[in-house]
């Protein structure tokens, strides 16, 4: 696992290189032919990543998107009307039954479809109209980490493909923030013994860092067996909270920007609940750093200017940290994060 | 939070009574303006009810829904293209700020809008083009109860509306099998004495009782400071069934119907881990009872037809075992159910 974190910053640049010509090849398709609605259909891992497409997606393109619920299609049947729409599903192995089944119903609606995967001879590779290739080599750990950021980086093509303002050169800097991201690990493996024998946690994010809420639970679910739960700053205030007693340990994704002030709400809360804290943030981000709370410090500056918000490139790098814990918080606790008990890499769903 | 929980068949009935009349009023502008898409917009336990509503109306209408994250209306200022669709707005208190701007954008949008709400006099009543109102009187259980069921008996009326075969006959029967979801309380009072000490478990619906899944684990949080996680039935074999250990608690609901082979695979997959299952079901399935688990059985025979699959009326019946089970834990753990710690009824999130 950590192997595969590391190869994350080769991983992106190899994927945005080749990724290119397939968003313009689909940008040409869309210019006719601009869908109405984009369904994404994924599960896991993946599943978080069209969480993040979500944000992504609406914000920057304002077409409507729905989280496809598979089973509707799988077990209910249903004809869920996707004419006009763009279907897309995310898949590492390509081989998830319930995905693919949603973009065959598609195919048949006529809707125009996308696949992101990391297997080009893969089933999904081959019923998608447009298909986007994660080149992170073969993932061996069953945690999901160098597809999941390669997946986040096809999804910035697709808004680009769909018009969204994203600039090329923004996209190469995030591989290399990544990398910076990365020489974390010593400051996190430190830190990790203080968590040698936690059994449940909470993390809390917002807007395009909600999904990497879901991701870091997930992690610490698959590598750690800790009860991560992951909120929204908003709906973790509407009840959620009310568990958070001393010591309960919240991580917190605050980066700059218009989520900001909603994350400052929460952290005052938490302090006030004398929780246990641990903030993930960047350089540029003063105000979150001095909150006086524990923080890890993505080390790069962001910039903000009049076309891209503060955060839209933070997802990528700010997750490196959570892997980073999870795979060392998973060796403290003396597990194998690449072989977590119970469960196998590809599932297929009934 | 008892006696409302034992409010809840007056109440449904009251709901139903006088939603028939908007129900009808709904249908009519909507013969003449099929939406294309439909937008749910809620937070909290309201936002349980729209992930109900989200599965029912896509099964049963075959219009692609969209659970709408507010933040991106509310902090990105994103533009969502909502013209073509339908966006419904669900809130208890109908103050939500967030929510509220989000139906705001889309009447901008000339969209046609829906609020569902228990307050007559709220904004959310004064901005929506049709008010569904939830007759359940006031809440005031922090946990809402009788708001929920209030609000998915709506949900049913609102598919009705859109041309879904459902039959108002029916719907009347839910009120008789809420009823009689009752008598279990004292069973429930007893069997609660197992979990005092219980500081985590998982929740697994799938399909239609998705969402009571979601509701159960927020119950829990809120009433009895337990961290409960909940999954479909699908993602949880992708890796949090990885923390199940010998004795790990896990509640899952299992109606008869399409989603019961996959949840059939999860009990056997946990009763061979030695978790501690307890499965919420009705009288007339069988094979969850002959499992051999221990079981929370909603006296009801649900009747299968051509036209409407087994499970399609039991999320309300089914949910009011969880609110049984969260109201007696909080008693047993020493703590008040309707006023939780740290929050409050009404969040206005920013």
């Known amino acids: 696992m950590l192997e595969e974190i590391l190869a994350q910053p080769a991983a992106l640049e190899r994927t945005l290189a080749r990724g290119l010509r397939t968003a313009a090849a689909l940008a040409r398709v869309i210019g006719k032919r601009r869908p109405k609605l984009i369904v994404l259909a994924a599960r896991g891992t993946s599943d978080n990543a069209a969480q993040f497409a979500r944000y992504l997606l609406e914000i920057t393109t304002g077409i409507p998107v729905s989280l496809a619920a598979p089973s509707i299609f799988t077990l209910y049947g249903a004809r869920v009307d996707v004419r006009d729409a763009l279907v897309v599903a995310i898949s590492q192995s390509g081989e998830s039954t319930d995905?693919?089944?949603?973009?065959?119903?598609?195919?048949?609606?006529?809707?125009?479809?996308?696949?992101?995967t990391n297997e080009a001879r893969s089933t999904l590779a081959r019923i998608a109209d447009h298909v986007f290739l994660v080149r992170?080599?073969?993932e061996r750990s069953v945690a999901?980490?160098?597809?999941?950021?390669?997946?986040?980086?096809?999804?910035?093509?697709?808004?680009?493909?769909?018009?969204?303002?994203?600039?090329?050169?923004?996209?190469?800097r995030v591989a290399e923030w990544t990398q910076a991201a990365l020489t974390l690990a010593p400051e996190i493996a430190e830190r990790t013994e203080r968590y040698r024998f936690m059994e449940r946690a909470?993390?809390?994010?917002?807007?395009?860092?909600?999904?990497?809420?879901?991701?870091?639970?997930?992690?610490?679910?698959?590598?750690?067996?800790?009860?991560?739960?992951?909120?929204?700053?908003?709906?973790?205030?509407?009840?959620?909270?009310a568990m958070v007693e001393r010591s309960f340990p919240v991580f917190l994704f605050a980066p700059p920007g218009v989520t900001w002030l909603g994350m400052r709400g929460v952290i005052r809360r938490?302090?006030?609940l004398k929780a246990e804290t641990l903030i993930i943030t960047d350089a540029s981000h003063g105000a979150a750093i001095a909150m006086g709370s524990p923080t890890l410090i993505v080390p790069t500056k962001l910039v903000s200017t009049n076309v891209v918000p503060a955060e839209l490139f933070t997802p990528i790098p700010y997750i490196v940290p959570a892997q980073l814990f999870a795979a060392h918080l998973a060796e403290r606790k003396g597990l194998d994060p690449d072989r977590p008990r119970t469960i196998e890499k590809v599932t297929r769903t009934l």
């Open 99 to 116: 995905t693919n089944l949603v973009l065959e119903r598609a195919r048949e609606a006529k809707a125009l479809t996308v696949g992101i």
């Open 144 to 172: 999901a980490t160098k597809t999941y950021t390669g997946q986040l980086m096809l999804c910035y093509l697709l808004a680009q493909a769909l018009g969204a303002t994203i600039r090329t050169d923004d996209l190469r």
């Open 136 to 138: 992170a080599g073969r």
């Open 270 to 272: 938490l302090q006030a």
């Open 202 to 241: 909470v993390v809390v994010g917002r807007g395009l860092n909600y999904a990497n809420a879901f991701e870091f639970a997930l992690k610490l679910m698959e590598t750690c067996y800790v009860l991560a739960d992951r909120f929204s700053a908003a709906d973790f205030l509407h009840g959620p909270i």
